[in-house]
């Protein structure tokens, strides 16, 4: 059964820094793409960054771009999001999630972890 566990959200202040986590198990991931989203209330859920989790290819959204980094550590199956001076903006619920295809498309995701929330204080 895969599982997706995402993990290092939090309070921060406008400025601050957050490093998510996300565990992943239950299959080998060789040939994935894994992606992070985040989703706010009412609003559609929206691409920030993914990573292929054997060469490492990255592509981010632009609104991340500059202040965020995707990263994976292959030998221990996590996916990490280093996310520095968040703006309010950035507050949402993160979520982890896995596919077999580069695509910034969420509905093209097959494995979704539980979410983290993540909120910026202005």
């Known amino acids: 059964q895969v599982q997706l566990v995402e993990s290092g959200g939090g309070l921060v202040q406008a400025g601050g820094s957050l490093n998510l986590s996300c565990a992943a198990s239950?299959?080998?991931?060789?040939?994935?793409?894994m992606g992070w989203f985040r989703q706010t209330p009412g609003k559609e859920r929206e691409f920030v960054a993914v990573?292929?989790?054997?060469?490492?290819?990255?592509d981010y959204a632009d609104s991340v771009k500059g202040r965020f980094a995707i990263s994976r550590d292959n030998a221990k199956n996590m996916v990490y999001l280093q996310m520095n001076s968040l703006k309010p903006e950035d507050t949402a619920v993160y979520y982890c999630?896995?596919?077999?295809?580069?695509?910034?498309?969420?509905?093209?995701?097959?494995?979704w972890g539980q979410g983290t929330q993540v909120t910026v204080s202005s």
């Open positions: 999630a896995a596919n077999f295809g580069f695509t910034r498309t969420p509905t093209a995701y097959d494995y």
């Open positions: 239950g299959r080998s991931f060789s040939g994935s793409t």
């Open positions: 990573i292929t989790w054997s060469v490492g290819i990255t």
